[in-house]
């Protein structure tokens, strides 16, 4: 049975990556996760097809940092109801403000074992499904 939703994962760690989409399958099997491995190939991935449902940035990548990244995708109207998130090692208080006020939807820190990963990732999904749900755009 297809997945029903879309994430595309940005991150220059190809073990964050696998990571993540190990969790993912873990909390939810309705969510494919798509990657690229730098932030130039995140962006012509997103050109193709259809907006995904969700996508996730890492800050510090090559060529194009995740801040750069998430500023070009907030200029694009097309991805204006599809919430972004950073995920990243940074705990740095001024890296979460900026990011937030280039229009991140969420900040996570990347967490160091599996169990915290799945429970902030399923945190984070519950308050993003509530904010759709009273903005009133939620996507099929």
Known sequence: MPKSKRLVYIDDDEDDILVLAEVLSQISNDIECISAVDAQDGLDLLEKGDP???IFLDINMPRISGKQCLQHIRTNPRYDHVPVVMLSTSTSDSDIKEC???????F???PSDLPTFSEKLRALFA???HQTMLRGTSRK
């Open 108 to 110: 996570l820190v990347k």
């Open 52 to 54: 995904p449902h969700y």
């Open 100 to 106: 937030m006020a280039l229009g991140a939807t969420a």
């Open 127 to 129: 308050s993003i499904h």
